[in-house]
Each structure stands twice: as C-alpha cells, then as structure tokens.
C-alpha cells in the first residue's frame, strides 16, 4: 500500500520555525520526486518546494525563497520542509506529493500520483 504521511505542522508565532517531514512507503522512494503544496481556506493548492529523488534538484515558490528548505534522507525514505521565519502567510495546510514532474512543472499538481493527508501549520500574529 502506497503512503505518504506528514508530520511536524503545529502553531508557531510569526518568525518562528517548524520542520514537516513526509515519510513514504509502499512505493520505489528514489524513483519518485517529492512535492511540497499547501492549501490555504479558499485558495487553491499552492506548489511550495520539490526535490527530484534522481539527482537532487529543488525548487522552491518565490514565497518561500531563502526561508525554507527541502532535504530527504534515502534511509529513512523520508522528505524534509524546514521552514524558518514563518508568516501568517505561510498559514495552511501542507501535503506532500510524489510524483515524475519535470523539474518546471513541480508545481503542478496534476503531475504528482501520490498525496499525503496533509497537516496543519497555523502561523499566528
């Protein structure tokens, strides 16, 4: 059975940190891309980061540059979102994805076979 399963949001205050981790079975991990989205109340799925499993390339939204950043851990088949100086902005829920997207279509969530249940990340002011 395929799962991918978040953990790690919370509530944090504005500048504070958190660290998701995505933890993945039932799938060949190095064979898939991992997607970061998030999904605020009425706003679409947002592609936040990604990491291409085959040769290490990331991307990251123009929103979160310089603040977050992605990293796995083949071991533990397990993808990481540190995300530092949070936002109210960066208020929602986060879900993981794998997929084969091109690198420039990681934010497309058409691209992505697999999600997570997502998990809560609440940025107060």
């Known amino acids: 059975e395929v799962q991918l399963v978040e953990s790690g949001g919370g509530l944090v205050q504005i500048g504070g940190s958190l660290r998701l981790s995505c933890a993945a079975s039932g799938f060949s991990f190095d064979n898939y891309a991992i997607g970061w989205f998030r999904q605020a109340p009425g706003k679409e799925r947002e592609g936040v980061s990604y990491?291409?499993?085959?040769?290490?390339?990331?991307q990251y939204a123009d929103s979160v540059k310089g603040r977050f950043t992605i990293s796995s851990d083949s071991a533990k088949k397990t993808v990481y979102l540190q995300m530092n100086s949070l936002k109210p902005e960066d208020t929602a829920v986060y879900y993981c994805?794998?997929?084969?997207?091109?690198?420039?279509?990681?934010?497309?969530?058409?691209?992505?076979?697999?999600w997570g249940q997502g998990t809560q990340v609440t940025v107060s002011s």
């Open positions: 994805a794998a997929g084969t997207p091109y690198y420039s279509d990681y934010d497309n969530p058409s691209e992505y076979d697999y």
């Open positions: 990491i291409s499993r085959h040769n290490g390339i990331t």
